[in-house]
């Protein structure tokens, strides 16, 4: 079972450069969310999305958009990126029905120079 | 939003029983406690979960105190594949369009 996949999984920048994370999950769950997390940190909610064409922010936005143009994916943009935003991307995605638990992908470690 | 406090580090003997506090004084009557797990270089995973009651699965169970502002996550046997860092979280419906906060969890350190 695939579940929640992440692509890529490892990538350097340089800054001012931009890219996108890509998140996929198969199980038909209605709302999907990106986090990010330091070392040594928990992790901090960027965006999330309770359905297709709908985003929100989270608690640390600035820098990154979304965008979840199907159900199944959503894309995580960083349009110049910073040094700051070297962190490990996290997708998970929730099912809308009853107190299901969230499934997270493996994670991008993502590295800003 | 209810927050819940843990431990930063834990260490624990293999195949011998870890118990795993977490408080949450704040907790109203309509938080579920949640329990998740990240083993290194993984995204977290979802361990168990429960709203008064004890609740036993086969990855662990969830002892949650009478007045369920404490709870304690119980690993009954670990093993060295149980080191991980884990995390306490609260939820409360309707479920899904929340914003879970992990905070820093406790990493659990099993000695061989």
């Known amino acids: 079972n695939a579940g929640v996949t992440q692509t890529p999984k490892f990538r350097v920048l340089k800054t001012g450069q931009s890219m996108t994370l890509l998140c996929a999950q198969d199980?038909?769950?209605?709302?999907m969310y990106w986090y990010r997390q330091d070392p040594g940190m928990g992790l901090r909610l960027i965006h999330y999305?309770?359905?297709?064409?709908?985003?929100a922010k989270g608690e640390v936005p600035d820098g990154y958009n979304v965008s979840r143009l199907k159900k199944q994916n959503f894309l995580l943009g960083l349009e110049s990126a910073a040094p700051s935003q070297t962190s490990v991307y996290f997708c998970a995605s929730i099912s809308v029905e009853g107190n299901q638990p969230q499934h997270f992908g493996d994670g991008t470690r993502l590295s800003i120079l | 939003d209810a927050k819940t406090t843990q431990p930063n580090s834990m260490e624990s003997n293999e195949e011998e029983p870890v118990h795993l506090p977490c408080n949450h004084s704040?907790?109203?009557?309509?938080?579920?406690i949640h329990w998740y797990r990240q083993l290194p270089s993984q995204g977290p995973e979802y361990v168990i979960h429960?709203?008064?009651s004890n609740v036993n699965n086969r990855m662990a169970s969830l002892a949650i105190a009478e007045d369920r502002k404490s709870s304690t996550l119980i690993l009954h046997r670990a093993t060295l594949r149980d080191a991980a860092v884990y995390y306490c979280i609260l939820r409360a419906p309707p479920f899904g369009n929340e914003k879970l906060t992990f905070g820093t969890g406790t990493r659990l350190t099993i000695i061989p």
């Open positions: 999305s309770v359905g297709e064409g709908t985003t």
């Open positions: 429960g709203l008064t």
């Open positions: 199980m038909n769950h209605e709302y």
């Open positions: 704040t907790i109203s009557g309509t938080d579920y």
